[in-house]
């Protein structure tokens, strides 16, 4: 069966998102852990979180994604924003052991000028510093566009950072299918060749999740505009055949689409359609 869901608000709490991807047949989504800028969390409200663990067992809505704001810069030159990438990311780690066994996906960031290899430390010690031996959730890293300085623009970057952490059995990789089109990875033409490399430069054993997007510019771009499944440059049989494909198709897939809850029902009731069935 395939795990599909999308992005959703998580202001109304854990069970109301269980609640909403029920509605729209997801059996998995995303969320972001406090407000997408940055600042301050709600508290984590236990009576809700045992109300929706309940449901989520009920409901088999499993490996559900928590992404960090995406303001967060943890190789920033500024010492005071790479503390507060710090500080915030650990936070989010505390409390994502109030629900086990899931993940928690953030940009690796962007260097600013510093240059990828001071970025790359930056990156690799903050992990170093947050990541426990005893913690239950996997920290992704997310494949990226290479927009400005962004690192992690290529799977080597991300093998870096990698290579550099020492708990790295807590880490992963989430693939932004909008974001490796953009950084030059032609999924529509070289599906094959492109799962061959990140498996030769990452290894497939560390791809946790993949971001199902559509692209608004063509290959190499490097912009990061998502587009909904079909309206872009990657097109919906290239997306449906990331989702059949051998290699992928037991992760877990995360709508980021610009939709509303109609929307994304409609995506996943198309990749539903043309998933393998059980
Ligand atoms: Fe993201
Ligand atoms: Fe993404
Ligand atoms: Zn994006």
Not at 37 to 52: Q, T, V, Y
Not at 60 to 65: A, R, T, V
Not at 149 to 157: A, I, M, P, T
Request: aromatic share 6%.
């Amino acid at each position: 069966m395939l795990t599909i869901g999308c992005h959703l608000s998580s202001s109304k709490g854990y069970l109301a998102m269980g609640k909403e991807a029920v509605k729209i047949n997801a059996n998995t989504f995303q969320f972001f852990t406090r407000n997408p800028r940055g600042g301050n969390a709600k508290e984590l409200n236990p009576s809700d979180i045992e109300a929706f663990l309940a449901y989520a067992k009920d409901h088999k809505i499993h490996q559900i994604l928590a992404h960090a704001p995406y303001t967060l810069n943890a190789c920033s030159a500024d010492e005071h924003l790479r503390d507060f990438a710090c500080q915030t990311m650990a936070d989010d780690l505390r409390r994502m052991e109030y629900t086990p066994n899931n993940c928690y996906n953030f940009h690796p960031g962007s260097h600013v000028k510093q240059g990828v290899e001071t970025g790359i430390a930056y990156i690799a010690g903050m992990l170093n510093k947050i990541l426990k031996p005893e913690q239950t959730t996997t920290v992704l890293l997310e494949t990226m566009s290479g927009k400005g300085s962004e690192v992690g623009r290529n799977f080597e970057e991300l093998r870096e950072i990698l290579d550099r952490v020492d708990l790295r059995d807590h880490m992963g990789v989430c693939l932004d299918t909008c974001h490796v089109w953009d950084g030059g990875y032609d999924i529509v033409n070289h599906l094959d060749r492109v799962i061959q490399k990140f498996d030769q430069v990452i290894g497939l054993h560390r791809l946790k999740a993949i971001h199902l997007n559509d692209s608004l510019n063509p290959l190499g771009a490097h912009k990061d505009r998502h587009a909904k499944i079909g309206e872009g440059h990657i097109g919906k049989d290239a997306l449906i055949r990331v989702v059949n494909h051998p290699a992928l198709k037991h992760l877990p897939f995360y709508l980021e689409t610009p939709n509303d809850l109609d929307g994304y029902k409609e995506e996943i009731a198309l990749m539903r359609d043309n998933a393998p069935q059980p």
